[in-house]
């Protein structure tokens, strides 16, 4: 790996772990916001190897996913989360 891929790739790390929120989520934007922006940075994470075990943006990403685990195992809510910037 050239030094200018593994600097771009820490100036990508550092982009989305500031864009993460205070209760370990990722708002998507451009969809249907908490859960799928979640799923998005921790797929970006995983790519490089950043795990529960070593990165702590992708542990507390898992740990808001479980926390808002629907009991049927689904995480399905309310497309008023855009627009209202919470989970409904």
Do not use: H
């Amino acid at each position: 790996m050239t030094k200018e891929f593994t600097k771009s790739i820490e100036i990508a790390v550092q982009f989305i772990e500031s864009k993460q929120m205070l209760d370990g989520s990722w708002c998507g934007n451009w969809g249907i916001c908490f859960i799928y922006g979640t799923w998005f940075a921790l797929s970006r994470l995983a790519a490089i190897d950043k795990t529960y075990n070593n990165c702590l943006s992708t542990r507390r990403g898992i740990d808001f996913l479980l926390s808002v685990q629907n009991e049927d195992g689904g995480w399905g809510k309310s497309y008023l989360s855009c627009p209202e910037q919470v989970l409904i």
